[in-house]
């Protein structure tokens, strides 16, 4: 079975990623820090949090040997810090400055590869900390990467869909085409190589934007010729997956998804072992540590689950649901919905919302009547009578109360998205609209502008125009809502 063991709260935005070492665990962040913790207790380490980067944190990743931690950011650039002090030890800026979506060490420790918005991947020499390769895998996003256990291949995955094995002077060994529809996003090798008859094998997952989960044997000959055989397609999630991670004895397969789940597969068989629903959005990344049987998973929901796993034998496809920490109560709120906007809930999270303020004759209507939390939000009176046929007066105002005690804020705590910077994901004071169509603070879009040759922050397409239009509606929609808090 897979249980859970603690919950982190400290990141302020959404988790992108999470790494174990032997004994600490990263996670990352659109809030711009690398948060460290000792995977004994849990507990954050002196130097937590490395805030080092001017943007979203969207990759993290420990070297084999324990002794550098790398992350890669929006601003273009990927740290190596020391996990004995947090100092920075080096800042790779990646070649024209394109935002930098994912990095990962060889198992030697000695290089360091990293996949930039604009398609191209660079491989560093951490002795050096120098440049030593880089190439254009295509004209789209490199968002995943993971070398193979002999140090001598990596493969990379964009969002073209395309996976590309490579070696170390960069020449592409193998190229699977289309292997995920509308694209790859994540990937990673087991830890186990198994040779013979003149061969080499390893076990490698990826997944993707067509919500599923693959399994593949990657096989290199003496000659140096490589294949890729897919032996299972996991499909126990119905929304695309994010995020997937081998055990260290390749045992266990785990993967997140959009759906908000976490799934455990048995990854010899291609079966389904566990479903794991505590997060309240989507799951973004998933790591098993390589030394004790715990995994963790980082979610929109700005928390990371760490969770303990047995033996998977006895079990299969098995829902577990028995989070106490998301079930209970506190000052009349649901503790799990506490930290998600109102406006964010699902039709499932407004049925427990009414389950918990007494109103459980309710949910079977508003499921029928597909209400979620925008819906719930827009409720009134002549709704409530007259669309939904709730006769009852006293039921009706009872309804109402509970709906305007939301609207007070009794529940939704957070800043609206849409009212954060994408770029530096704080509350906007003048947002304007790019030639994109998207909203940004205007100082952030202006020294994007000037730095990173006029792309969109949001689409890494050209800006056809660098012209800023006021988002007045928007400044007063911000306006309005500070005044309500």
Sequence with gaps: MASLICTLHDHRDDVNGCAFSATLLATCSADKTVRVYRTGDFSEVSYSPLSGHGYGVHCCCFSACGQYLASCSTDGSTVVWSTVTGEIEAVLEHPGRSPVRVCAFSPDSCHLVSGGSDGTVALWNLTTKTLDWITTANDTTVVACSFSPCGQM?????????????????????????????????????????????????????????????????????????????????????????????????????????????????????????TLNQHERYVTACAFSPTMPLFATGSMDKTVNIWRVES???????????????????GGKLAGHSRLLVCDWSEEEVGAWLCEEGLEVLVETFKANNIDGVELLSLTKETLCSEL???????????????????????????????????????????????????????????????????????????QTTLLTPNRTLKMAISRWKTSQ
């Design 389 to 463: 046929n709730i006769e009852s007066l006293g039921l009706r105002g009872k309804v109402l109360r509970k709906v305007e005690e939301l609207k007070l804020g009794c529940v939704c705590t957070g800043v609206p998205d849409e009212f954060l910077c994408p770029i530096t994901r704080e509350l906007m004071k003048d947002p304007v609209i790019a030639a994109d169509g998207y909203s940004y603070e205007r100082e952030a879009i202006e020294i994007w502008i000037t730095t990173k040759n006029r792309s969109s922050p949001m689409t890494n397409l050209p800006l």
């Design 154 to 274: 990596f493969m990379t995955g964009s969002t073209y869909g395309d996976l590309r094995l490579w070696d170390l002077a960069m020449n592409q060994l193998h190229a699977e085409k289309n292997t995920h529809d509308m694209g790859v996003s994540c990937c990673c090798f087991g830890s186990k190589i198994f040779s013979g008859g003149g061969v080499v094998e390893f076990r490698f997952a990826s997944c993707g934007q067509d919500n599923t989960l693959k399994i593949w044997v990657v096989t290199r000959s003496s000659t140096g010729s490589c294949t890729m055989q897919q032996t299972h397609i996991l499909t126990g999630q119905s929304a695309p997956v994010l995020s997937c991670s081998f055990s260290a004895d390749e045992q266990l397969l785990v993967s997140g998804s959009v759906d908000k789940t976490v799934t455990v597969y048995d990854a010899k068989r291609g079966v389904l072992l566990y």
């Design 312 to 330: 998977p034998s006895g079990h299969d496809g098995k829902h577990f649901h028995d989070n106490p920490a998301t079930s209970s109560c506190e």
